[in-house]
């Protein structure tokens, strides 16, 4: 089978295809080629199968075909722009995030069988807040662009799939902890830097309180979400092909417990108005009755993210720091 | 103020049209120009004021930008490819629909003051069947790609909104009776037909039950709507710019009581399975309880929904068909 990764050049692009090489194989069928597609050309990665490395637009319908060859089985189509540069960047962010996943679908209609799509959308496509706990049925009201991109990307490729030009599962995303790399400039890069910096020795700040609550993944359980929706049965899915996967709604203080105390004493209160302002509106738990109905794993506790971190990424955060 | 609307050359367009003429104004503000824009140029209007008659391509930005010029206060984006359209033909509902609407808030942003927009979204953008009382929180999950593309246009509508680059209302229509013109390949058609036809002593098929029951509104109703849409406070709203409006529910047997029954024995049962099947996923009511409170007036029963057409539309009816 030949697959396919928009953006297997991002943070979980790479461990998806690091995973898939891994295996070998997906469903009991042998990986005849894997295509990694990314804006630079994605870096080379061993693998039992030849692994195709392009850089190209994903908003350029011409660049999305030749990343999705005829005989495409499964398109992984996570390459986005994600939130603090799709609010700063209004056009940016509908290229990328609108008019990429038209480009895929473009690509998907062009195969002579429709091949299976994973969309990765996002928590952010919802409101709600701090009190919520969204049902299933729960409507999406983004209060920013990335999100309203994404629910938009969602509709569109659904009706594709109700017409059957591919087969989609969309997988909305929670935010992803630990991520490796720096603190950044997004509103959430908080929730993995009290776990991440802390580990590498160094103090961090804390901008909302300890009973703040967020809805959490690892990169690893995002990774087993994304190869089971690869090869579901999407019959009970019906119409609707949004999942709202079973990821973990944890307090602040509930994550920083999971730390030692020397590694506790360097998250610092730096109280925020502007960063709790933005997190606040996003809802802090979902059911998720439906996804694990549907055999998508729930995400398991904070020590066993921690644990991932220190396996999986640790080291190669501190080699990119130069530490 | 200066005043466009998108798909002037249409039924609802018209009428909204020729109600802005007779009023001369709106929120108490004289009309300083009227700029009709669709496919064909739209026919001359009598009008206190001066009226643009604009052939274009909604889908082009620079059509669109000539239709909205500098200066303008309010454009109603009512330019669509309808359900049947739409499904036999992608290519075209994404390109109107979707691709329209992405031009329309190009147009919008480059005003130096922020346009109200008033988007006509429908009811097909919702799933729920025969049993379904909707309320405002109800989640769009289309089964149809007119319903899709609608409902990804209000989301990146809505964004645009939240950024300041226009202020929108969105609408989401109930089946707009009784339709002028002659029976066609619309599942809805016969929603119409069957008060339509007999007023002009036809025949017509019925091709549900007359316990179906179907969500809907006068075209005098709809253009209220717009009309309150265009000058409301919209701070109310926050972020979450779509309106299910007061149609009416309502069953085929109490539409058919609304007949003389000479008329009524027009009417001849011929049950469809494939009709009954697409209509049948429509939801069949709303609870509508935000758009009351937002001061949108309810539609009144089937007994005045006739009398507005037998008024408005029934001589030109029978003249465009020869009788």
Redesign the interface.
């Known amino acids: 089978m030949k697959i396919t990764i928009l953006g297997g050049g991002g943070f979980l692009g790479r461990k998806l295809a690091q995973r898939l090489a891994a295996e070998g194989g997906l469903d009991g069928r042998p990986i005849a080629e894997l295509t990694l597609f990314d804006l630079a050309e994605p870096a080379p990665l061993e693998a039992p199968f030849p692994v195709r490395r392009l850089a190209g637009d994903v908003a350029s319908a011409a660049d999305v075909a030749k990343a999705v060859p005829e005989g495409t089985s499964v398109v992984f189509h996570l390459a986005a722009v994600v939130s603090a540069a799709a609010e700063a960047d209004?056009d940016l962010g509908?290229r990328v995030n609108?008019h990429g996943t038209?480009a895929v679908i473009e690509a998907c209609r062009k195969l002579s069988t429709p091949p299976r799509v994973l969309f990765t959308s996002s928590v952010a496509s919802f409101?709600g807040g701090q009190s919520a706990l969204l049902p299933d049925?729960?409507?999406?009201?983004?209060?920013?662009?990335y999100g309203?991109?994404k629910?938009?990307?969602e509709?569109?490729l659904?009706?594709a799939s109700?017409?059957g030009m591919l087969d989609l599962v969309s997988i909305r995303l929670p935010t992803v902890i630990v991520r490796p790399g720096r603190p950044n400039k997004a509103a959430s890069s908080f929730v993995s830097a009290i776990l991440r910096e802390p580990l590498l020795g160094l103090e961090t700040p804390l901008p909302v309180g300890e009973d703040f609550r967020v809805w959490v993944c690892s990169p690893r359980r995002a990774v087993d979400w994304f190869l089971h929706a690869a090869v579901m049965d999407t019959a009970p899915l019906g119409?609707?092909r949004g999942v709202n996967p079973p990821g973990l709604a944890v307090s602040v203080g509930e994550m920083l417990a999971a730390l030692t105390p020397a590694e506790r004493a360097l998250v610092r209160s730096e109280p925020d108005a502007v960063i709790a302002g933005i997190v606040g509106g996003w809802p802090a738990e979902f059911a998720a009755t439906r996804a694990k109905k549907l055999g998508f794993a729930p995400q398991e506790g904070v020590p066993a993210i921690l644990a991932a971190f220190r396996e999986d990424d640790l080291a190669a955060t501190r080699a990119d720091r130069g530490m």
Chains 1, 2 share one sequence.
């Open positions: 209004f509908m609108l038209l409101g049925e729960a409507r999406q009201v983004p209060g920013n662009s309203a991109q629910a938009a990307a509709l569109l659904a009706d109700r017409r119409i609707d």
